[in-house]
């Protein structure tokens, strides 16, 4: 198994997408990047898990599920690192391979003397790119591949043939 922990905050910070989205709307930059992170779990089927941090919010850790993608908010006064470093103690065995998204120098080398892997906010966000652009050709590839009909049919009467095919009236 494959686990990806990402620093969420590092992630916003450093792609340009998100920063533009955070300068106005914090939420909507935190949401995306979940939903980035749920496409990239659809296409490479590994564990995600975001880490955001609640430092300086009085809270108890939060943690739920998203578009598959679990979702953490650290406990007041704990850092996303420390909580990426427990998560990263408690998920690492022979069996599973864990990469942390951060591009935090201390952190990249904290987590790696513990055994796991690292990738770079600039490295993860090339990867989910180029994921972007092969569902783009899939899809692309998915079109061309529908069977035509031998007569032109307008595009009423494929609806309605449509409709008759799944038994909708």
Known sequence: ????????????????????????????????????????????????????????????ERNYNHLK?????????????????KLVKQIMNVKTKVYVATSDYAEQWTIFSRGALRKSARELLIEIQAIDID???????????QPKAKIPLSEDVLKTFEKWRRGDK
């Open 1 to 60: 198994m494959i686990v990806l922990v990402v620093d969420g905050y590092n992630m916003i910070g450093d792609w340009p997408e998100l920063q533009r989205l955070s300068e106005k709307d914090f939420e909507a930059a935190r949401n995306r990047l979940v939903e980035m992170l749920a496409e990239y779990q659809a296409y490479v089927g590994h564990r995600v898990i975001v880490v955001f941090d609640a430092y300086t919010v009085r809270d108890v």
């Open 69 to 85: 993608v679990e979702v953490i908010f650290t406990k007041e006064k704990e850092t996303a690192d420390e909580k990426i470093e």
């Open 135 to 145: 569902i783009q050709k899939d899809l692309k590839k998915q079109v061309e591949l």
